[in-house]
């Protein structure tokens, strides 16, 4: 149970600043993200007018994720497309890592979640000043009046909490349960189906979310 | 046996943790269940649209969901750091 809350460190000492490094949960993105470019590059490696299994899933994704993001951006949608189906591909595979032996998931650490929802917030805001101009990024803050300025700043920033502890703690919570249930049970029968529930039914629902919500919020700061 | 001021912090938190859970959920559960029944009732009525009915359902209870996972977060705080 211990290892699961203090993970272990490399520190660096730069002068008299030191800086710690989670070594599991680097590790364990760079493996994610390796796993997803071979993946891609599988599915894409032989493109033919029969696809394989592959190809044809992968086809399939892309599409109903095209969907998604034109349905809700319009014109704009292949703008962003690319960044909502890696961050959804991202956080899936990271999620899914938890099941296996020996991996964990990169997700279970805060610092990645705070770091996703961050890339998502800066884009909304980017390409809200990009459509908007900056007067009239500036001007949303004051609507409806003037007094409310308080208040959407601190909504925008509890956007970037709630997005990255979402998922951090559904992440976090089902290890948590896992590791305590299968200790009341002695490791019998029960392990595998929560590892199923969680990794994968929860994993991929929470990665949609991610997605859907760094979408709506995106679109939220484009529209007019 | 005398108890230390340690010893009372440390009950104090894990009561924390369970009233922070117990009460935490209370509000998901009844808006996700809300949120599930009325899913359900615009299945029935419209079943050709059942695949984004899912999909909104889905996304809505992630997002009622998110006050009972602060209250985890809050709770595995208590128990396991203070």
Redesign the interface.
Known sequence: MNDILNPSQWVFAIGDASFALNAETVVMSLFAALALVLLSYAASRRVSMVPNILQNSAEMFVEGFFDLTSSSLGARGSRYFALIATTFLYILISNWMGVAPYLSEPTRDLNTTLALALIGFSVAHYSAIRVKGFKGYVKAYFEPFFLIFPLNVIGELAKVVSLSFRLYGNIMGGAVIILVVSDLVRQLVLPPLMMIFFGFFVGTVQAFVFAMLTLTYISLAVRD | MEITGTELVRAAALLGAGIAMGFGAIGPGIGEGFTAGKACEGIARAPEHANLLT?TM??GQ??S??TG??A??VA?LLI??V
């Open positions: 999909r889905l996304v992630a997002v969901e998110s996972i602060y985890l977060v595995l396991f750091v």
